[in-house]
């Protein structure tokens, strides 16, 4: 597929979807609603921020409660949904009346999706979040924050789910190479009236021979040689700032929480339930109540936290990533994106760390 | 596809006060909720959010019984509403303890125990009210139960009423309080006391649950008596927010509290680093 093509491309489906893509402001790859076909940045360099949001929202109503009943928040775009035409309250965040297409996702995030999609496997809202969503991966080179490249071939898309994925041609960089994915992917591009798709078919996840020992050797050093030492080390000099957890493709903690509805219109909702992003950095993550108050200013409501030090809080980060996710799906929960270096405001750097663990006793 | 979160609606029967900030809430479900004894269920208050707690009503009640100590934001609200209130209820979540019923074979067979150890403390018993009760339908009719009950002092023992129940059915109870107090002639002293004031069954399983300081020293005395590792159980308290092992909070090493827990065997989870 030539550039003309594609700005076709793009035109066609910002008529249909919701479009987000990278787009290059001040010098940085963002995520952002595309408006202008011609911002899209099918760029090497990672976007700032993961895909993750389109995926696990930050906040999601998963019910709208009146007295002890709860009843699932109807879908905005249902036109015979009688309390949405009263009131049309403002979108909410993740919320959309349209489809959305998801174009020029990396390989690295695309990476992350294959972990989403096995977390949330029996979970409603996932699930029909990703019916509405239309998967667009790109590139076969990503660039990480170092300036280093990784490279990617027409090998490694068997193992990666996605409805269209786009290449640049390694000879003739101008021209795209255009891959479907799935039904969705064919329906798409049929529609538009492009042919020239290879198809792919999806064979599940799968490590090549070097990565799948290192997560092996990985998972036994944190299981099998637990070393307190370096989380010691790491606990002087971590904040639990809970940045790497927001940059993080991968980290997908929620809480869900009560929350009154303040609209005095609404006789119809006592509140909603939401579930919201949450940290295992944060200081309630592990606490619960009961316990003798610690302090003066907590009165009756001292809590027991079972992560009571940053050691045992990094830890429990490292070790869901490279112990409890390969023990319950066989892959890692890192993606190698390294945006959680690029964060942290004290330099912990991922790789570093995971050499240290590699070499330890 | 299921909504893992949805509850259904449940409403208040009575309100027993069992001790001083506990009480024992009977409450009617719309539908019937079977569960395994040490399984737990989430309660909904909506507006107050939600938590765990562990089922402990006979195997025969048509209600379901939840005792609950008031101690933090839920828990207060919770000792507000009066019968007739509702709420709401998900579940059951987890494994419960390994047990065989005589028709079936339930998540593990107990191993090598034939008899049984329950060593609680304080609320502790809660979870294992619903399996003494129903002893009979896990373990043959000569095997052997004894309990060890360590409570601060003697109002603090919940559940009193089964207590004559219970021993006359055979069950050895050894109860023990704290620190002396008027009134009280039996033992006084930790829990742990009680392993050397009487001789512990053989060939048993054992059954723990208490405060986490707790399991530090029983688990102490029952290897200064030898007791195989692989027969010592325990049920593990953290906080929950989804209940089906996907929120991370509940994790311990590669297990989830809720999902693969709250009952776990001791030589699986000893080496994991802040599981006890």
């Known amino acids: 597929m030539d550039q003309k093509e594609f700005s076709k491309f793009v035109l066609h489906l910002l008529a249909d979807y919701r479009v987000y893509s990278p787009q290059e402001e001040n010098n940085q790859i963002i995520i952002a609603?595309?408006?202008?076909?011609?911002?899209?940045?099918?760029?090497?360099r990672l976007p700032f921020y993961p895909w993750k949001n389109f995926f696990v929202p930050d906040c999601e109503t998963l019910f709208e409660y009146q007295g002890i009943m709860l009843e699932k928040p109807p879908a905005v775009s249902n036109p015979q949904n009688e309390r949405r035409k009263k009131?049309?309250?403002?979108?909410?965040?993740?919320?959309t009346r349209k489809k959305i297409a998801l174009l020029g996702i990396n390989i690295l995030d695309l990476r992350a999706i294959?972990?989403?999609?096995?977390?949330f496997a029996l979970d409603p809202y996932y699930q029909a979040r990703q019916q509405n969503a239309l998967v667009i991966g790109h590139g076969f080179e990503a660039e990480l924050p170092d300036g280093s490249i990784r490279k990617f071939s027409q090998d490694d898309l068997e193992h990666l789910r996605f409805d269209i994925f786009l290449a640049e041609q390694p000879k003739e960089r101008k021209q795209l190479l255009v891959f479907a994915g799935s039904e969705k992917g064919r329906r798409v591009l049929d529609e538009f009236g492009y042919r020239g798709y290879q198809n792919i078919e999806f064979a599940g996840h799968k490590y090549s021979k070097e990565w799948e020992e290192k997560m092996n050797l990985w998972r036994d050093k944190l299981?099998?040689?637990?070393?307190?030492?370096?989380?010691?080390?790491?606990?002087?000099?971590?904040?639990?700032?809970?940045?790497?957890t927001i940059a993080c493709p991968t980290c997908f903690c929620f809480r869900i929480d009560d929350t009154p509805s303040l609209d005095l219109r609404s006789r119809e909702i006592d509140g909603k339930r939401q579930r919201c992003w949450d940290s295992c950095y944060y200081q309630e993550f592990s606490e619960v109540a009961g316990g003798p108050a610690r302090h003066a200013s907590q009165g009756d409501?001292?809590?027991?936290?079972?992560?009571?030090?940053?050691?045992?809080?990094?830890?429990?980060?490292?070790?869901?990533k490279f112990g409890r996710i390969p023990d319950e799906y066989n892959m890692m929960g890192c993606v190698g994106c390294h945006r959680c270096h690029t964060v942290c405001p004290v330099d912990i750097n991922i790789q570093k760390v995971m050499e240290e663990i590699e070499n330890s006793q | 596809m299921d909504n893992p979160y949805q509850t259904q609606p449940a409403k208040i029967i009575s309100i027993t006060d069992e001790a001083p900030n506990i009480k024992r809430f009977e409450l009617k479900l719309d539908k019937k909720l079977h569960f395994a004894p040490g399984q737990i269920i989430f309660l909904s208050i909506p507006g107050f959010g939600e938590a765990p707690f562990a089922p402990c009503n006979a195997p025969d009640s048509d209600f379901l019984e939840l005792c609950v100590r008031r101690t933090g934001k839920f828990t207060s609200v919770l000792h507000t509403l009066k019968a007739g209130d509702g709420m709401g209820i998900r579940g059951p979540y987890g494994g419960g303890w390994p047990l065989q019923t005589k028709n079936e074979k339930l998540k593990t067979p107990a191993t090598g125990g034939k008899n049984l150890l329950i060593v609680v403390g304080g609320l502790g018993l809660v979870p294992l009210r619903n399996l003494i009760w129903g002893k009979d339908e896990y373990f043959s009719s000569d095997a052997k139960v004894q309990i060890f009950y360590g409570a601060k002092n003697p109002d603090e023992f919940l559940f009193k009423k089964d207590f004559n129940k219970w021993k006359k059915q055979g069950i050895d109870l050894q109860l023990t309080i704290d620190k002396e107090c008027p009134g009280w002639a039996e033992c006084v002293g930790e829990v742990t006391i009680l392993f050397d004031k009487n001789p512990i069954i053989k060939n048993a399983s054992a059954f723990l649950c208490g405060p986490p300081v707790m399991y530090k020293f029983v688990l102490q005395k029952l290897a200064?008596?030898?007791?195989?590792?692989?027969?010592?159980?325990?049920?593990?308290e953290r906080r929950m927010h989804c209940g089906i092992g996907v929120c991370q909070h509940c994790a311990v090493g590669s297990f989830y509290t809720c999902k693969n827990g709250p009952v776990f065997r001791y030589d699986e989870i000893k080496n994991i680093p802040g599981a006890i």
């Open chain 1, 301 to 320: 409501a001292g809590g027991h936290k079972f992560l009571n030090t940053t050691a045992s809080k990094i830890h429990f980060w490292y070790f869901h």
């Open chain 2, 224 to 236: 200064e008596k030898k007791f195989p590792e692989e027969n010592i159980y325990m049920s593990l």
């Open chain 1, 114 to 119: 294959l972990l989403y999609d096995l977390v």
């Open chain 1, 87 to 95: 009131f049309l309250p403002p979108l909410a965040k993740g919320q």
């Open chain 1, 33 to 44: 609603k595309l408006v202008d076909s011609e911002k899209v940045a099918l760029d090497k």
């Open chain 1, 223 to 244: 299981k099998n040689h637990h070393n307190q030492k370096i989380w010691d080390e790491l606990g002087k000099i971590c904040l639990e700032c809970g940045k790497c």
